[in-house]
């Protein structure tokens, strides 16, 4: 479904990603994990077709991703919401070429995927931060994207409110998006939802590691297999110290 081959960004001289490749067949969620500034951000705004490749190329279901596409959503950590619009009139922004009737349908359908039906007239300033980032995803699903990208969605989230976050991801999983792309910095939530973790290293940004995670869901934090991975994941990530 996706494939990037070769892909390489430069920088005024200064390689900040690759070469890099990569192939997305039928894992559902794919988590990238990495130091800070190793270059997962430059990653997902290639695939997101928000910034071109200085070498090599990126293809979702055969097709150049060559700046930013309707099948391919993204959200980042803030919501960015606009602040006199509703929550409902914040959804269906990218959805005004669509009939009256259709579109108020595919935003009453995704308000109540997201649970926020309650909210669909409230202002963003009348939400908490995990509704007002709820609104972000949803604004994403209503596109009904192929392929649906997140940048450390739930990084600015107290723990608890974070925790209900990824449990509201994994109910949006298959039903309403083929596949989706997490980039986060927190190894816990990479385990938690994952079926596959790309580690990369840098920069250059590189692949360190490619992990299938063969845990069933809901996954415990606690049993001994998560733990295990975690330690291992983490192994990767910590700088090795020579003495």
Request: hydrophobic share 45%; charged share 25%.
């Amino acid at each position: 479904m996706l494939q990037a081959e070769a892909l390489t960004r430069t920088f005024d001289g200064f390689r900040a990603l690759g070469p890099i490749d990569l192939r997305v067949h039928d894992e559902r969620v794919i988590g990238v994990i990495g130091p800070s500034g190793c270059g997962k951000s430059t990653l997902l705004r290639l695939l997101a077709g928000l910034d071109n490749p200085t070498a090599g190329g990126i293809r979702l279901d055969g097709r150049a991703v060559a700046g930013p596409r309707e099948d391919i959503g993204i959200v980042f950590q803030e919501p960015r919401l606009m602040p006199w619009l509703t929550v409902a009139q914040n959804i269906a922004f990218g959805l005004w070429h669509l009939p009256r009737a259709a579109r108020e349908e595919a935003v009453a359908t995704v308000i109540e995927q997201v649970g926020l039906t309650a909210f669909a007239d409230a202002l963003p300033k009348q939400l908490s931060g995990g509704m007002a980032q709820r609104v972000g995803i949803a604004r994403a699903l209503v596109l009904k994207p192929r392929l649906l990208l997140l940048d450390e969605p739930f990084g600015a989230l107290d723990p608890l409110t974070r925790t209900k976050m990824q449990d509201h991801l994994l109910d949006y999983v298959g039903k309403s998006v083929p596949t989706i792309v997490i980039i986060t910095h927190d190894i816990e939530e990479a385990l938690v939802l994952s079926d596959r973790i790309i580690v990369l290293n840098g920069p250059p940004a590189r692949v360190r590691r490619d992990l299938n995670v063969e845990l069933q869901h809901p996954r415990q934090r606690s049993s001994a297999e998560f733990q295990e991975l975690k330690d291992a994941l983490l192994a990767d990530l910590l700088p090795r110290v020579t003495i």
